[in-house]
């Protein structure tokens, strides 16, 4: 598989942004397709999965209630939709696969490169 991410950006708090994730060469061991995000000094932080086929959903803690996962399998592509965005979101954020569900980094299979996303306040 290889992923190819895109969509970050410079943003006010309280704004939004939609970041994509285009899927392609798919294989039977990527079935979920994830988001993480890396702020400086800080570890690599699951934000949302979602199953490919089926479309079920999973979110890290930190941003339940703002920021939505999608799938459009038609266009092989993955969306993070980001509301309320905080200063705290500024991180890079990448994609990633897997072939279960996962909420750390070390279960990721393959990465795609970051898209930076910076919230002012």
């Known amino acids: 598989v290889q992923l190819q991410a895109s969509g970050g950006g410079l943003v006010q708090a309280g704004g939004s942004l939609r970041l994509s994730c285009v899927v392609s060469?798919?294989?039977?061991?990527?079935?979920?397709m994830n988001w993480f995000r890396q702020a400086p000094g800080k570890e690599r932080e699951f934000v949302a999965g979602i199953k490919w086929r089926e479309g079920r959903k999973t979110y890290g803690d930190s941003v339940k209630g703002r920021f939505t996962i999608s799938r459009v399998a038609a266009e092989n592509t993955v969306y993070l939709q980001m509301n309320n965005l905080k200063p705290e979101d500024t991180a890079v954020y990448y994609c990633a696969s897997s072939s279960g569900l996962i909420t750390t980094a070390a279960g990721a299979r393959v990465w795609g490169q970051g898209t930076l996303v910076t919230v002012s306040s």
């Open positions: 060469r798919l294989t039977t061991s990527d079935n979920f």
